[in-house]
């Protein structure tokens, strides 16, 4: 069974930091381009950050440069997003999806995706 699960969510001061986690079963998530995307309430889902099968990276939101980073542990198969310096604006559920083509900002260019994790910033 594929699957994607994201960990690492909460409740977060402004400036504070949090690392989420894309851990997958039952794909190798190298094969993969791994995007990060956001979704606050009344919003659409938007890219935050995508890293490719090769690495590269691709920045989906402007307003992340800077503060937010993406990695993979292949041994791991488990993708992070390294998110720092946090905002209020933030606040959102946060979404891994894995795509077999290379990295895009939209959400009909991947295959499989997380349930999602809650991002609060807030004080």
């Known amino acids: 069974q594929l699957q994607l699960v994201e960990s690492g969510g909460g409740l977060v001061q402004p400036g504070g930091s949090l690392r989420l986690s894309c851990a997958a079963s039952?794909?190798?998530?190298?094969?993969?381009?791994i995007g990060w995307f956001r979704q606050a309430p009344g919003k659409e889902r938007g890219g935050v950050l995508c890293?490719?099968?090769?690495?590269?990276?691709?920045t989906g939101a402007s307003s992340v440069k800077g503060r937010f980073t993406v990695s993979r542990d292949n041994a791991k198969n488990t993708v992070y997003l390294q998110m720092n310096s946090l905002k209020p604006e933030d606040t959102a559920v946060y979404y891994c999806?894995?795509?077999?083509?290379?990295?895009?900002?939209?959400?009909?260019?991947?295959?499989?995706w997380g349930q999602g994790t809650q991002v609060i910033v807030s004080s």
């Open positions: 890293i490719s099968s090769s690495g590269s990276i691709l």
């Open positions: 039952g794909l190798t998530l190298d094969d993969y381009a």
């Open positions: 999806a894995a795509s077999q083509r290379s990295c895009s900002g939209y959400v009909s260019e991947y295959h499989y």
